[in-house]
C-alpha cells in the first residue's frame, strides 16, 4: 500500500487504487467514521486521478453543504442516518443530459452527424465528473473541478476550451427556452495562459508547391487528386467541394462557374459562404474530370452521399498524400491561404477577395445592393490562374 505522489487522496492496495479523505472536525459527528475511502476499481493511474478529482470535488460541495442543511449524496452512504431520502434537487430546471437533447433536436437540425456527436461527448464528460443535475445546480466549484480533470487527463488548451464552449452554449440555449434565470457557472472559466498551448499557424502552400501539386494531380487523375486541384485554384474549403453535386456547376455559360449553396448533406459555415465560385485553370480541369466520371449526382462519392457528408475522412487522406509534396506546417486547408496571398499579390480588393473566398464582407454597405457580377470575380480570377 503507497500513496501516488500526484494526488493526496489516492492510494494502491493490491495494484487498485482507492480514494482516502480525512473527514473535517467540525464534521465529523455526522458521519460514521473520521476517514472516507472508497475503492476506485481501477488500475490506471489516470482514471483514479479522474475519478478522484471527482469525488473530491464533491466532498467539498458535500461539507460546504452540510455546514448549512442535511446534505444528499452518493456519499450519502458515509452519513449515521442512511434512511434519509434520495438527493432531491432545488430546481425546476431540466437535467443536462435532457438539456443536450433539446439542444441537438433544436439547433442541430439538417446538420452533420458530428453536432450532436460532438454535444453527446461533451455532457458525457461532465457527468461523469460531476454527475448529470439540473443546469442550473453546477456550482463553480464544480465546474473548475471538472476543467481541472481535462488538463489531468492531458487534452491541451484547446481541447478544453472547445468543451466548455460547448457545455456553454448547452446550458445557454437551454435558459433561454426554457425562460430560465442566466447561468453563469460555465461562463468566464479561466485556463491559464496560452503561451505554450498556441495553435501553430497554418503557413500558405508557395505558389511553386502549388503548381508541382497541380502537375501531380493531372498526371494521377483520380478523385482524390480531382479535390485537390480544385480547392487549389478556388480557396474553397474542403467541405464545400467536397458535398457539390453535378446542379451546382454552371459549364453552358460565358463562364464556368460553381454556385455553391448549402444541402442537406453538407451545411455551409456561414451565410456569405454561398457565392459564386469561378473555374479556371487547374479546377476547371478538375470539375470537368469530375463530371466526366460521375455516376450519380454526387461528383465525390467517395467523401459524400445523401446520407453525409465525409470531409474530415477526406482531409485525412488528402493530407497523407501531400505531406511529403508540401512544406511542414501544410495542409490541404493552407491552399485556402494560398489562395488570399495569390489574390493579394495581384492587388485585388480585398471586398472582391472576401467575395471569391466565402470570407466576412465587413461595412454597412456591403449589405446593399447584388454584390460583384460573375465578370467581375472571373476576371480577378484569371489574374491569378
Request: glycine share 6%.
Amino acid at each position: 500500500m503507497g500513496l501516488t505522489n500526484r494526488c493526496q487522496f489516492l492510494f494502491q492496495k493490491r495494484g487498485v487504487f482507492y480514494f482516502s479523505r480525512r473527514v473535517p472536525r467540525d464534521l465529523r459527528s455526522h458521519y460514521t467514521n473520521r476517514r472516507i475511502v472508497l475503492s476506485l476499481r481501477t488500475r490506471s493511474q489516470r482514471a483514479a486521478q479522474t475519478r478522484s478529482a471527482s469525488l473530491a470535488a464533491k466532498l467539498e460541495e458535500d461539507w460546504l453543504t452540510l455546514r448549512w442543511k442535511t446534505s444528499d449524496d452518493t456519499l450519502r452512504r458515509f452519513l449515521r442516518n442512511n434512511t434519509a431520502a434520495p438527493a432531491v434537487f432545488d430546481s425546476t430546471a431540466p437535467l443536462l443530459t435532457e438539456a443536450k437533447e433539446l439542444y441537438v433536436r433544436v439547433k442541430g437540425a439538417g446538420r452533420a452527424a458530428t453536432f450532436g456527436q460532438a454535444a453527446e461527448r461533451c455532457v458525457r464528460y461532465l457527468v461523469e465528473v460531476c454527475q448529470d443535475k439540473p443546469i442550473d445546480t453546477y456550482s463553480r466549484r464544480e465546474v473548475n473541478a471538472f476543467r481541472d480533470t481535462l488538463f489531468q487527463r492531458g487534452l491541451s488548451r484547446a481541447s478544453v476550451e472547445r468543451i466548455l464552449t460547448s457545455l456553454r452554449a448547452i446550458v445557454n440555449f437551454t435558459a433561454k427556452e426554457q425562460g430560465l434565470s442566466e447561468v453563469r457557472s460555465f461562463s468566464g472559466l479561466y485556463l491559464g495562459e496560452d503561451v505554450h498551448n498556441r495553435s501553430p499557424r497554418r503557413s500558405p502552400v508557395p505558389i511553386g508547391v502549388v503548381r508541382a501539386i497541380q502537375v501531380q494531380c493531372k498526371t494521377l487523375d483520380d478523385e482524390a487528386r480531382w479535390l485537390v486541384a480544385l480547392v487549389s485554384d478556388t480557396g474553397m474549403r474542403l467541405s464545400e467541394a467536397v458535398g457539390l453535386v453535378k446542379s451546382d456547376v454552371v459549364l453552358d455559360g460565358d463562364i464556368p462557374h460553381i454556385v455553391l449553396k448549402p444541402h442537406p448533406w453538407r451545411r455551409l459555415k456561414t451565410k456569405g459562404s454561398e457565392r459564386l465560385v469561378p473555374l479556371v485553370g487547374s479546377s476547371l480541369w478538375a470539375i470537368r474530370r469530375a463530371l466526366l466520371h460521375a455516376q450519380s449526382e454526387f461528383l465525390f462519392p467517395k467523401y459524400c452521399s445523401k446520407a453525409q457528408c465525409k470531409a474530415n475522412s477526406a482531409s485525412a487522406a488528402l493530407n497523407k498524400w501531400l505531406g511529403p509534396r508540401v512544406p511542414t506546417g501544410c495542409v490541404v486547408h493552407s491552399f485556402r491561404h494560398s489562395f488570399r496571398d495569390r489574390l493579394r499579390a495581384v492587388e485585388c480588393p480585398s471586398d472582391v477577395t472576401d467575395r471569391l473566398g466565402g470570407w466576412k464582407v465587413v461595412g454597412i454597405g456591403e449589405g446593399y445592393g447584388e454584390g460583384y457580377p460573375l465578370a467581375v470575380l472571373h476576371r480577378w480570377m484569371k489574374k491569378i490562374e
